[in-house]
């Protein structure tokens, strides 16, 4: 049946219905308003938004910042308000107290607010980030080099070390070239230094104190990798003519007084010392010798020792002995050959000789000083020298136990009686050395037989 004339319309094929209904109708979420990247911190004032971080720990407010670069940005404004330095700075440095909300130490809490300023400054180069990181902790007088009035019962260098040790981490050697330079220009280090390494030793206490604990506690902080700690150590000392190198390594790690903490100059010079004076300095030189020191070669650290021996006189030959022994087997094998190779053998054998006293007076085996005799008759070109070195050493023990002899009979004792405690150490030292060669050439003609 055909349908009148008024009632018809036009048909629309169905497929073009649906496409002009999608055209027409609305878009779910079209007019709904684009997501915010301060997500439900749109809502909030400012005001607000800072006194919630309040009620954050840093290493919530840490995390927070890695949520968006708006995020980021208002942490940014908020560290820097007084409110927020007062929340983030904290400055307690001179008592441990035992439990904050963030449910650590003082260390800790440096150490988390270093991973917070870390992301919050991802995006900026290295040199505005020193900028901004600077601004901030500028108002915390002890993290400057003379900025407290205790030092020695100040945690602040402490605190800023593990702060720039964690803010650094990953960072390449040409930012961290950037950070020392910074810090070298920030804090005069450089004048400081060269005030110290260039006048009498000891006649600038304070300084030399406030330099040690600057560059023990900031650049040389505990619990830092080898690989970086020997890299600000290079960067410390390299500037510096061997000499002063030496000065200054004594400055940083030499013995110090349990009195007031300054260095002690004549420790080494007036009598034997024991392992916890030299610890620090065989410490330093095994990071200059290792592998993580590239900048330093075998022959740099070895007139490195041999200069330090001599500062600021020349040490008890005791002393450097056990400061060899300290320093490990290559160090100590090094040092001998190269005074066997550069035809020193009257020396090498009186070093030799308090090696084996060290060995005896502190307990090490003396088939190890047996071993090192044996490994640096090796290096001598002919028998003839191996021989000679061999008759200056035996020629020592003799001259020494006649000394030691002479002073006990002369009545040269003290309240220790040391004159006859060192006989009888160097008479079983020798007794104990020769016995291990007999151990060793007996075996040796066993073996053959």
């Not at 997501?35 to 607000?48: K, R, Y």
């Not at 980030?129 to 080099?145: E, I």
């Not at 005074?339 to 009257?346: E, I, P, Q």
């Amino acid at each position: 049946m055909t349908s009148s004339a008024g009632s018809s319309r036009p048909s629309v094929p169905r497929q073009k219905q649906r496409r002009s209904r999608r055209r027409c109708g609305r878009t779910p979420g079209r007019d709904s308003p684009a997501p915010s990247a301060l997500g439900d911190f749109q809502t909030l004032p400012l005001e607000i938004f800072q006194m919630v971080l309040n009620y954050l720990s840093v290493k919530d407010i840490s995390m927070l910042s890695m949520v968006s670069k708006t995020i980021s940005g208002r942490l940014v404004n908020y560290i820097s308000t007084s409110s927020g330095s007062r929340r983030l700075l904290l400055q307690d440095f001179h008592q441990e107290l035992p439990a904050r909300r963030e449910g650590g130490s003082i260390l800790e809490h440096y150490r988390a607010l270093g991973l917070l300023l870390k992301r919050c400054t991802l995006l900026l180069p290295t040199r505005d980030r020193l900028k901004y990181v600077h601004k901030v902790l500028s108002g915390v007088s002890c993290f400057k080099l003379n900025g407290c009035a205790s030092p020695l019962h100040c945690l602040g260098l402490q605190c800023y070390g593990v702060f720039l040790q964690i803010l650094t981490a990953g960072w390449d050697e040409l930012e961290c070239h950037r950070v020392f330079n910074f810090l070298w220009d920030l804090s005069n280090l450089g004048r400081k230094v060269q005030t110290v390494v260039s006048s009498k030793p000891g006649s600038a206490r304070r300084l030399e104190l406030r330099i040690r604990l600057f560059c023990r506690g900031v650049l040389l902080s505990p619990g830092s990798r080898r690989s970086d700690s020997a890299f600000w150590l290079t960067r410390i000392l390299k500037p510096w003519p061997m000499v002063n190198q030496a000065r200054l390594l004594y400055i940083i790690f030499g013995p110090v007084s349990s009195r007031d903490g300054h260095v002690v100059w004549q420790k080494m010079i007036e009598g034997p010392t024991d392992e916890t004076s030299l610890k620090g300095l065989a410490d330093a030189i095994k990071l200059l010798y290792g592998t993580e020191a590239r900048e330093w070669t075998a022959d740099d650290v070895i007139s490195l020792v041999d200069e330090l021996s001599v500062v600021p006189q020349e040490w008890l030959m005791e002393n450097n002995a056990r400061l060899l022994l300290l320093s490990g087997n290559s160090i100590c094998f090094t040092f001998l050959a190269s005074k066997a190779v550069n035809g020193r053998a009257v020396e090498l054998a009186r070093l030799m000789v308090f090696m084996v006293l060290v060995c005896e007076k502190d307990l090490y085996c003396m088939d190890w000083a047996v071993k090192m005799m044996q490994k640096v008759c090796k290096v001598f070109s002919s028998p003839w020298e191996r021989n000679n070195f061999l008759q200056c050493l035996e020629n020592s023990f003799a001259r020494m136990l006649m000394d030691m002899l002479q002073a006990v009979l002369a009545g040269e004792r003290d309240e220790e009686d040391s004159s006859f405690l060192n006989l009888f150490h160097l008479m079983n030292a020798q007794a104990n050395f020769h016995k291990e060669i007999l151990y060793l050439a007996m075996g040796s003609s066993s073996s053959i037989s």
